[in-house]
T-cell receptor, first 117, second 113 residues
Framework: AQKVTQAQTEISVVEKEDVTLDCVYETRDTTYYLFWYKQPPSGELVFLIR??????QNEISGRYSWNFQKSTSSFNFTITASQVVDSAVYFCALSDILTGGGNKLTFGTGTQLKVEL | DTGVSQDPRHKITKRGQNVTFRCDPI?????LYWYRQTLGQGPEFLTY????????KSRLLSDRFSAERPKGSFSTLEIQRTEQGDSAMYLC???????????FGSGTQLSVL
């Protein structure tokens, strides 16, 4: 069975600090996708990144970066120079291919990030 | 893209009543998903449509739950004889294709009293 573990329940940082959110996953599939979503207080899940299991290159997008290590089944997310607007719950998710090519995501329990002035 | 739209945003009902939620996906997205999220947890998959066909249902989806997507456009999720355990945020998402990113709506928060 698929499983995603986000061990950090809540993280508090001061603005401009760097912060890393951890994600560890379990799957028997050889092909899969990993995702990060952000959920601000408004409730809508906002897509941040999708990475397939064959691509272990780290990725940087502005202040965001992702470190995918298949050997340790981890897909960690770093925010550089955090800002108050980064405050949200962040979810890591793992895909499972469904009949017809659909995409069932197994989510972790989320990490609440609080960035304070 | 106008985004995934869900209605209503909030629903309060008494135990035993039936409720229905609506989801309008992004146009041209042929895949539509329903997820449920309880407090402090990540969303859990409920069911999935490709066009008008409901292709998969989670074991979480008891027989009191039914979802439809007539004509492959909007979808409805109905819960019959609601129970307090049904209280949750019901999220709808759509995607253009297989393994494409899911766009989520803002959800319908259901409170069963």
């Amino acid at each position: 069975a698929q499983k995603v573990t986000q061990a950090q329940t809540e993280i508090s940082v001061v603005e401009k600090e760097d912060v890393t959110l951890d994600c560890v996953y379990e799957t028997r599939d050889t092909t899969y996708y990993l995702f990060w979503y952000k959920q601000p207080p408004s409730g809508e899940l906002v897509f941040l990144i999708r990475r397939n299991s064959f691509d272990e290159q780290n990725e940087i997008s502005g202040r965001y970066s992702w470190n995918f290590q298949k050997s340790t089944s981890s897909f960690n997310f770093t925010i550089t120079a955090s800002q108050v607007v980064d405050s949200a719950v962040y979810f890591c998710a793992l895909s499972d291919i469904l009949t017809g090519g659909g995409n069932k995501l197994t989510f972790g329990t989320g990490t609440q990030l609080k960035v304070e002035l | 893209d106008t985004g995934v739209s869900q209605d209503p945003r909030h629903k309060i009902t008494k135990r035993g009543q039936n409720v229905t939620f609506r989801c309008d996906p992004i146009s041209e997205h042929n895949r539509l998903y329903w997820y449920r999220q309880t407090l402090g947890q990540g969303p859990e998959f409920l069911t999935y449509f490709q066009n008008e066909a409901q292709l998969e249902k989670s074991r979480l989806l008891s027989d009191r739950f039914s979802a439809e997507r007539p004509k492959g456009s909007f979808s409805t999720l109905e819960i019959q004889r609601t129970e307090q355990g049904d209280s949750a945020m019901y999220l709808c998402a759509s995607s253009r294709g297989a393994n494409e990113k899911l766009f989520f709506g803002s959800g319908t928060q259901l409170s069963v009293l």
